[in-house]
């Protein structure tokens, strides 16, 4: 799931809008929707501002898990741990390119 997904998925259960929200943030509403659009990538002090608002995790936002508390080190492997890493230093459109192949790579098992 991308992140903006997520961004709309936690306002919405709160029966927010985004006009509310974007007035939390400091921004305007057009601005806020483009991150949920995924137009425009969400500064990490809103993202983090979001995550302390909504009460969930940053890797929760980011969509590494769909633990809403995030993810604990001591839970992952080291190897789990390093490809969260990488993953996180890709640009979007890598992320994107990763995830195909990550698919392609299951339908083939």
Same mark, same amino acid.
């Given at each position: 799931m991308a992140y903006y997904q997520r @961004?709309? %998925?936690l306002r919405e259960d709160m029966d927010k809008t985004q006009t509310e929200i974007a007035e939390y943030l400091g921004t305007?509403?057009?601005y806020y929707g483009?991150? !949920?659009l995924g137009y425009s990538e969400i500064p990490f002090e809103r993202a983090i501002m @979001?995550? *302390?608002y909504y009460n969930v995790s940053l890797d929760y936002i980011a969509g590494l898990t769909?633990? *809403?508390r995030g993810l604990?080190?001591?839970d992952l492997s080291e190897s789990e741990q390093e490809l969260l890493r990488f993953a996180a230093s890709l640009s979007k459109e890598e992320r994107k390119r990763l995830l !195909? @192949?990550?698919a @392609?790579? %299951?339908?083939?098992q």
């Open positions: @961004l709309r %998925d305007t509403t057009q483009k991150y !949920e @979001l995550a *302390k769909n633990n *809403k604990a080190s001591s !195909e @192949l990550a @392609l790579i %299951d339908k083939i």
